[in-house]
């Protein structure tokens, strides 16, 4: 079963930085595509970045493009997501997920494994 933790949330000013990270255990990390999502309250799940297994290419959300950089360490089994120039816009329950031999997406329903999320919360 894989187990993916997600760390790194908390309180920042507009214009901010923070890295998220995710943790994943009982599995070799380079085998799988890693996502974030975010949801805000009210909100769907929305779409933030990738990292693929094939060859380790990413891809991005409209909305956080240019700001956010998403990386990956298969020896530490960690994916990262830095966050930059915050805006109060980016205030949302950040998830990491997961999905093995497959390139991923930009609905949750391309992946297969969800971490229990960790709270970003920008403020103005």
């Known amino acids: 079963q894989v187990q993916l933790v997600e760390s790194g949330g908390g309180l920042v000013q507009a214009g901010g930085s923070l890295r998220l990270a995710c943790a994943i255990s009982g599995r070799t990390l380079s085998l799988y595509t890693v996502g974030w999502f975010r949801q805000a309250p009210g909100k769907e799940r929305e779409f933030v970045a990738a990292t693929t297994w094939s060859g380790g290419s990413t891809y991005y959300g409209d909305s956080v493009k240019g700001r956010y950089s998403i990386s990956r360490d298969n020896a530490r089994n960690t994916v990262y997501l830095q966050m930059n120039s915050l805006k109060p816009e980016d205030t949302a329950v950040y998830y990491c997920?997961?999905?093995?031999?497959?390139?991923?997406?930009?609905?949750?329903?391309?992946?297969?494994?969800w971490g229990q999320g960790t709270q970003v919360t920008v403020s103005s």
């Open positions: 997920a997961a999905v093995r031999n497959s390139d991923g997406g930009v609905y949750p329903g391309d992946y297969s494994f």
